[in-house]
């Protein structure tokens, strides 16, 4: 069983949508705290490292293999928090990441939180070392997108990150933050490449789980 660790109920038909097409038979277990980033965007991401370990111990608890945080502001504290639980524990952008960053050096990341931008540019220069490459993160705030997010207006949410990345210039490719963002993918006109974190993010956790 594979557990994952939300801040947003949305995630959860995403995800599961991604197990029937691509891992059917894959046992999801979602656990959703919205919380965790509620205070996380107040006071840090190391805030509520305790609140994540214990929904991790719950998880494993439950009987979950691997735990995949879909939230990429307290993903990195979910990670750091495996040696403690038992599990394997995946950010669910870092498969992104390293994608990214064989894609090429000029990385532009678009967020809907400021509380992002951190965490996952430090990702993408983490892994970029690991690969031996150099890379130059920029990172933009799509203004604007997550009061319409917390409103529940998905369709004008993702309808101005695709014009955000439609106005990204200078780039090798281009990183939407957010889970919630990956929908915006389709609607986009660039010729940049646009990646997003759930597909392989999941791909990733059912390895860990034993499932892939």
Do not use: K, N
């Amino acid at each position: 069983m594979l557990a994952l660790l939300h801040t947003s109920s949305v995630h959860v038909p995403v995800f599961d949508s991604l197990r029937d097409e691509a891992h059917p038979g894959l046992e999801l277990r979602h656990h959703v705290d919205a919380g965790l980033l509620d205070r996380a965007r107040r006071e840090g991401p190391d805030a509520v490292a305790d609140a994540v370990r214990a929904v991790l111990r719950r998880a494993v608890a439950e009987g979950a293999r691997a735990v995949v945080c879909t939230c990429s502001t307290i993903g990195g504290v979910a990670e750091a928090a495996a040696a403690e639980v038992g599990v394997r524990v995946l950010r669910v952008d870092r498969p992104m990441a390293a994608a990214a960053v064989a894609a090429g050096p000029r990385v532009v990341v678009l967020a809907a939180l400021e509380s992002t931008f951190a965490p996952t540019a430090a990702l993408i220069e983490e892994e970029a070392r690991r690969a031996g490459r150099s890379v130059e993160v920029r990172v933009r705030l799509v203004a604007g997108a997550w009061p319409r997010f917390e409103a529940g207006d998905t369709v004008g949410y993702l309808r101005l990150v695709a014009e955000a990345a439609d106005a990204v210039t200078g780039a090798d490719v281009i990183v939407l933050a957010q889970a919630s963002m990956a929908p915006a993918r389709e609607a986009t006109r660039t010729a940049v490449p646009v990646l997003a974190s759930p597909a392989p993010g999941l791909e990733a956790g059912a390895a860990a789980a034993g499932t892939g």
